[in-house]
């Protein structure tokens, strides 16, 4: 159904051009914030600037991110840890707001996980290749701005109930070994989730994701001890 609506609105404009484009302009079509850019908007203009003592993280992500906050909110209590995740996004929304949502905080470190939307389709068809290069981008950001990089395996996943057949079980272990050799390759941190939540076929452990997707409270605790592992040697 998308690919057809997607091939009508291409015919439409290809003839009527500035017409149809002001129709949709006129109807919002075109007036959403796709990327989230006024999501953090707001708090992250109430920041102040870190302290030159202060060890200040930003957590690039989606729903799993920001669920790490609600699940279990005294991890992030008491810390220079600021959340930036946002449900149901892709690599492509992200790296579209990582000039607001990371640089901008002038954090010491930003940990993205990210690409378990990408695979799900949350946004449309994309490669494995096309999804690193939205990471290697974020990546390469950061890395100009003096900002330490964490990037993190894609959790586990047998499907997606939401988007179903998308065989994530096979395109995560081999996004995670992209990513794991890219981070090596260019002197980034690399965080391996996978291996410590995964049911040993690809999927999560059942005690780790109701929906097999979403960590729970154990799932996250699981996470925070490797995290805070591997940001202590950093």
Not at 115 to 128: E, K, V, W
Not at 183 to 197: P, Q, R, T, V, W
Request: net charge neutral; hydrophobic share 40%; proline share 4%.
């Amino acid at each position: 159904m998308k690919q057809i609506v997607y091939q009508m609105l291409k015919v439409l404009f290809c003839r009527y051009g500035v017409l149809v484009f002001s129709i949709f302009m006129s109807l919002g079509l075109f007036a959403q914030d796709w990327g989230g850019l006024e999501h953090f908007r707001e708090q992250n203009e109430a920041l102040s600037p870190p302290q030159s003592d202060e060890n200040r993280v930003v957590f690039m992500g989606n729903s799993i991110t920001i669920g790490w906050s609600h699940s279990r909110p005294d991890f992030f209590q008491n810390k220079h840890y600021i959340n930036r995740g946002i449900s149901g996004q892709t690599t492509s929304q992200m790296l579209l707001r990582f000039r607001n949502d990371v640089i901008s905080l002038a954090p010491k470190v930003v940990v993205i996980l990210a690409g378990t939307n990408d695979i799900a389709g949350n946004t449309g068809p994309i490669s494995l290749e096309e999804i690193l290069d939205n990471i290697k981008s974020m990546s390469e950001l950061a890395d100009f701005h003096g900002i330490q990089v964490l990037l993190c395996s894609v959790l586990p996943a047998s499907d997606y109930r939401w988007s179903p057949g998308k065989n994530p079980h096979i395109k995560i272990p081999k996004l995670n070994q992209m990513m794991k050799q890219y981070a090596e390759k260019n002197g980034y941190g690399y965080l391996d989730y996978f291996s410590a939540l995964t049911d040993g076929n690809s999927g999560m452990k059942k005690e780790y994701a109701d929906d097999g997707v979403h960590p729970t409270a154990e799932g996250y605790k699981i996470m925070e001890k490797l995290l805070t592992q591997k940001l202590s040697s950093l």
